[in-house]
C-alpha cells in the first residue's frame, strides 16, 4: 500500500525482495503460498522477470526446467498479492527497516530478502576490448562484436567458456585456461578427454545434436531501459538460439592455451613499444591484413593479437547498493554471509542466490556453486524461512540441500554432476572408477572407503537414480569393486 507525506513516495508491505531473477520471483511466488493474506512487494530493476516453467523431476534432488523471460505485470496477475516495482535499491537502512528506491520513493518492510545476483568478475575493468556475459544485453553486445571479427580469446575455464567455444562459428578462438584439461570448473581431465573431438570437429549447426529450446526471452530490452543494473543472469540452455557468428572462413577453429592466465592486455602500439612478437599461429582466417586491435599477452610468454577478449572468469555478488550504513557480514568471495535460515548478520534481512555466501555446514555432499538451479532451490526455501519466523517459528533446513545435483549440457551431451562429484574435499583419499564409451558416454564415480561419495555421468546413461541413492544412504560399495561400472550389470536391479 503506498502512502505519501510531502513528495516522497512511502510503501509498506510484510515483505520485500530485490531482484527479479530466479531467487527473487522464487521467493515471491512461494511467499504468496506461505502467506496468502500478507503484502509481497518485488523491487526489480529490470522490467522483465524471470521465472521457472515445465519443471522436471529428473530424480529426488535432480531436476531440468525451461527459464521465461516475461513482464512484472504478468507476475503481478498470477499473484494478486505481489506487486513488482521498476527501481534500482540505492540504499538499505536495515535498522529502521527501509529501502530507498531510484524513483525517489521509501519501502518500509517487516522482512527483506536481497537476491541481486552477481555480474561478471573481469579480469580488467573498462577496457572496451574486454566483454563479460551475464545478460540479454551482454549477449547482444557479444553478437554485434563476434559478427565483425575473425579472432576472439576466451579466458575462463568454467560455464560460460565451454559454452562459448563450442557455440562459436566462423571465428578462431584462443581458449586461455589456467588449467591442465579444459573445463575443470565442472569436470576432470578424463571427461576433458572424453569431449576433445567435439573441440576438433566440424560442429557446424547441421552437424550438432538438435537441441530443445529452454530458454524465452521477452524483448522489452529495445523499449524500455531505465536502470543502470544488470538484468537478470542468464540460464539453462541460453545458447541454444544465440547466434554465435563471427566473419572468418573456417566454421569452428580451437586453439587452447593451457596453464596460463593474462599477463596484460595491449594497444597494437603498446605492442610495438614492448617489441613484442605475436604468435604466428597458423590461421584459418581467408584474408587478412597482419594487424589487430587488441593483444593479449599470456603468463606463458605467448601474445595473441585478436578483435576482442571474452572474460569468462566467474560472478562477483551484486552487494554494493546494501553496505553503506550497514554493517553485513560478508564472506571472502564477497557474498552476503547466511544461516541455514537464509538470515543474514542483520536482523529481518535474508539474501538468496548469486548475492549470498553460505556458511552453515553443510550436509557431507552438499556444496553451494552459483547456478540457476541453487538460485531456485534457496529463493523458494527463504520464503519458507521468511514465513516461518514471522510465525514464530523456525525452518526446516529443505531436503535440496542434503546433495548437490546439477543438469545440464556441455558440448551437446547431457551431464549430471552428483555429489562430491569432482572429489571436493577429500584430498587424495578417495578411488575412481571410470567407464568410458567414446563418442557416447563417460561414467564416473568417486568412491571414499568403500562409499560413493560423488558421479559425474555424461550422455545417456540411467544411472542418476540409482546413484543418487548410492550417494545419499552411503551403501557399503567395497565388495562390488569395478563390477558397479560393468556395463552387463542392470545396477538398478542390483540395488533395488
Ligand atoms: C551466460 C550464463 C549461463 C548460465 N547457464 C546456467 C546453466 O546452464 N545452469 C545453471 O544452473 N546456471 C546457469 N547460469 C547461472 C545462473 O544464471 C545464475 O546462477 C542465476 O541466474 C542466479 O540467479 P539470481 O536470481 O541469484 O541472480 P540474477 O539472475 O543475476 O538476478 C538478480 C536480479 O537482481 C536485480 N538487481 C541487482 N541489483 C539490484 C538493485 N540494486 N536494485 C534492484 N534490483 C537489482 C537484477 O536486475 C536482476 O534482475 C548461467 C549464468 C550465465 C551468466
Ligand atoms: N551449464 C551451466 O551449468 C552453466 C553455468 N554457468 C554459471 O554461470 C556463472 C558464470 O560463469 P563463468 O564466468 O564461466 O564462471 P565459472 O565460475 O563457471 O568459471 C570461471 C572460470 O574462470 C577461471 N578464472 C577465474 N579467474 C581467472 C583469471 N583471472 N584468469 C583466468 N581464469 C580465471 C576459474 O578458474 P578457477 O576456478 O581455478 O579460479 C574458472 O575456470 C557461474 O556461476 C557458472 O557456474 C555458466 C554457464 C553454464
Redesign the pocket.
Known amino acids: 500500500m503506498a502512502t505519501s507525506s510531502s513528495a516522497i513516495i512511502r510503501r509498506n508491505c510484510r515483505f520485500a525482495i ?7 520471483v522464487t521467493c515471491a511466488e512461494q511467499l504468496v503460498v506461505e502467506c496468502p493474506e500478507e503484502q509481497v512487494l518485488l ?4 522490467p522483465v522477470i ?1 521465472a521457472v516453467r515445465n519443471v522436471r523431476k529428473i530424480t529426488r534432488t535432480l531436476e531440468s526446467f525451461d527459464v521465461e523471460e516475461k513482464p512484472s505485470t504478468q507476475l503481478e496477475h498470477e499473484c494478486p498479492n505481489v506487486q513488482v516495482i521498476h527501481a ?2 540505492t540504499k538499505l537502512d536495515a535498522q529502521h527497516h527501509k529501502l530507498f528506491l531510484s524513483d525517489g520513493s521509501v519501502v518500509m518492510y517487516t522482512k527483506l530478502c536481497i ?4 555480474r561478471p568478475k573481469l579480469i580488467t575493468k573498462g577496457n572496451p576490448y574486454v566483454l563479460g ?2 545478460d540479454t544485453e551482454t549477449v547482444k553486445l557479444f553478437q554485434e562484436r563476434l559478427g565483425s571479427s575473425k579472432r576472439i580469446v576466451v579466458v575462463g575455464n568454467g ?2 567458456a565451454i559454452e562459448l567455444v563450442y557455440e562459436i562459428e566462423n571465428c578462431q578462438v584462443i581458449w586461455a585456461i589456467k588449467h591442465n584439461s579444459i573445463g575443470s570448473t565442472f569436470f576432470d581431465a578424463g571427461a576433458a578427454e572424453f569431449f576433445l573431438p567435439q573441440l576438433q570437429s566440424d560442429t557446424s549447426a547441421e552437424n550438432k545434436p538438435l537441441k530443445r529450446t529452454k530458454y524465452t526471452v521477452y524483448d522489452v530490452t529495445k523499449k524500455q531501459k531505465s536502470c543502470d ?8 540452455d ?1 545458447a541454444t538460439d544465440v547466434v554465435m557468428k563471427g566473419k572468418a572462413e573456417h566454421i569452428h577453429d580451437i586453439h587452447v592455451e593451457h596453464r596460463c592466465e593474462v599477463e596484460a592486455i595491449l594497444t597494437p602500439d603498446e605492442l610495438l613499444e614492448q617489441k613484442l612478437t605475436p604468435e604466428g599461429l597458423v590461421l584459418k582466417l581467408g584474408s587478412f591484413d597482419g594487424s589487430w586491435p587488441v593483444y593479449v599477452k599470456l603468463t606463458n610468454g605467448k601474445v595473441y593479437g585478436c578483435d576482442f577478449v571474452v572474460s569468462a572468469t566467474g560472478v562477483v555478488p ?1 552487494v554494493e ?1 546494501f553496505l553503506p550504513g550497514n554493517q553485513f557480514e560478508l564472506s571472502e568471495d564477497g557474498g552476503m554471509s547466511v544461516n541455514d535460515q537464509l538470515q543474514t548478520s542483520l536482523p529481518d534481512v535474508y539474501a538468496a ?3 549470498c555466501t553460505c556458511t552453515w555446514t553443510p550436509a557431507e555432499h552438499w556444496f553451494q556453486m ?4 541453487q ?1 531456485k532451490q534457496m529463493g523458494h526455501y527463504a520464503a519458507r524461512c521468511m514465513a516461518s519466523h514471522f510465525r514464530g517459528e523456525l525452518a526446516v533446513l529443505d531436503f535440496c540441500f542434503e546433495l548437490f545435483a ?1 543438469v ?1 549440457r556441455f558440448f551437446g551431451y547431457k551431464v549430471v554432476l552428483l555429489g562430491l562429484y569432482n572429489a571436493q574435499g577429500l584430498g587424495r583419499d578417495y578411488e575412481i572408477l571410470v567407464r568410458v564409451t567414446k563418442g557416447k558416454e563417460y561414467v564416473k564415480v568417486i568412491l571414499k572407503d568403500g562409499r560413493m561419495m560423488g558421479a559425474v555421468l555424461i550422455g545417456d546413461t540411467d544411472l542418476e537414480e540409482t546413484f543418487e541413492n548410492l550417494i545419499l544412504n552411503q551403501m557399503d560399495l567395497s565388495a562390488y569393486g569395478e563390477e558397479l561400472l560393468n556395463p552387463n550389470i542392470d545396477i538398478e536391479d542390483y540395488f533395488d
Open positions: 530485490v531482484g527479479g531473477g530466479i531467487a527473487g523491487i526489480s530493476a529490470t524471470k534500482l535499491v537476491c541481486t545476483g552477481g556475459i551475464r560455464g560460460i543494473a544488470v538484468g537478470g543472469a542468464l540460464g539453462p541460453w551484486n547498493s542466490g548469486d548475492v552459483k547456478l540457476w538451479t538460485g546439477h545440464t
